[in-house]
């Protein structure tokens, strides 16, 4: 699978530069971000791998130039849907990474491209192949979902994202994940630019989330059931990760974001050969699944103008 990656920030630095170095059968074809220092360092640090990889100063000469199979949305969050409708015209899926678009019509916009993109959901490949497995199909779960970290100490070049978006994004996703529910409304949300928490209701069960972009980084998901019984529990962060860190052990976002590319890898070839898998749990997120998303996103910060109020989650056959 051929990449081409547009915008040449932290995440494809730290995370899909070496995670493309490590992914079986990807290799990145060209980046494109019209600032020439970062994308220099991106093409320096690819060339370091033993990669080769052209550089332009816009997406259009890199689709003009180079075939690619996939193209990872990596640049600033308003720059999300031009993007991937540029790539769309030119018949080449996406891969957005999140929030996917500003608001939930710019998702609605995504999720009616076609090829349809994926997004960069990548917490399925950490806590969701963790713990999907030991839920059972029906029955009602409690969740309890939480999400901090510094987002200063990450060295983005923009940091414009509120927590709901940044962190909280990936929960709510998780959360419908994991108990493969429908969401039905939120309650109890206080959302601030760096903290937000809300309770997520579920037609199977009901989700507690809770995430902070100035804080220490701490991932926890914790699922019962309607006893009380503990039926899996993942937590990253803190003192024993960096220990892992210290020791070698494998960065948790690189092997992440290197299993959602072998998994588009997959995708994509199966497509090719007009087949899908059946029967087991789908783990790379489309765009569909962002407007779902996206959807409790706007329900929570309704919930929370209304100091807290209930809030129906819009159904999405209705907002699609």
């Known amino acids: 699978m051929r990449l081409g990656i547009a915008g040449c920030g932290r995440i494809v630095e730290r995370g899909y530069v070496p995670a493309a170095m490590a992914a079986e059968g990807v290799t990145i074809a060209a980046f494109a971000d019209p600032n020439p ?7 320096r640090l690819w060339r370091e791998g033993g990669g080769e990889a052209a550089g332009y100063s816009d ?15 990596a640049a600033p969050l308003d720059r999300h849907v031009a993007l991937a409708e540029e790539a769309a015209a030119a018949g080449v899926r996406s891969l957005v990474e999140k929030p996917p678009a500003p608001d939930l019509a710019g998702t609605l916009r995504l999720a009616g491209l076609e090829p349809e993109p994926f997004l960069a959901l990548n917490r399925r ?10 839920i059972p199909a029906e029955g009602w779960i409690e969740l309890d979902l939480e999400l901090r970290f510094k987002q200063k100490a990450w ?6 994202d509120e927590a709901l978006l940044d962190a909280g ?13 429908a969401p039905i409304a939120v309650r109890g949300a206080r959302i601030e630019p760096q903290r937000a928490s809300f309770e997520l209701e579920l037609n199977r069960g009901r989700a507690r989330i809770e995430c902070a972009t100035d804080r220490g980084h701490r991932e926890v998901v914790s699922i019962r059931d309607r006893a009380g019984k503990t039926l899996g529990r993942s937590a990253w962060g ?7 860190g210290l020791a070698g052990r494998p960065d948790p976002l690189v092997t992440s974001i290197q299993r959602q590319l072998e998994e588009a890898g997959g995708s994509l070839s199966e497509q090719q050969m ?7 749990p789908r783990l790379l ?12 996103v706007e329900a929570a910060r309704r919930s929370s103008e209304l100091n807290g109020a209930e809030v129906t989650v819009a159904p999405v056959e209705t907002v699609a």
């Open 59 to 73: 997406l259009t000469g890199l689709l003009e130039a180079e075939p690619i199979d996939l193209l990872v949305v």
């Open 125 to 134: 490949f950490l806590q969701g192949k963790e713990l999907r497995d030991s």
């Open 274 to 280: 007009g087949r899908l898998r059946q029967g087991h």
């Open 285 to 296: 997120a489309a765009a569909q699944d962002g407007v779902t998303a996206m959807a409790v």
């Open 169 to 181: 994004i990936h929960l709510i996703d998780l959360a419908c994940f994991l108990s493969d529910a």
């Open 238 to 244: 803190g003192l024993r990760s960096r220990l892992g």
């Open 155 to 160: 060295g983005a070049h923009e940091v414009r």
């Open 37 to 43: 220092e970062r994308l220099e360092s991106c093409l």
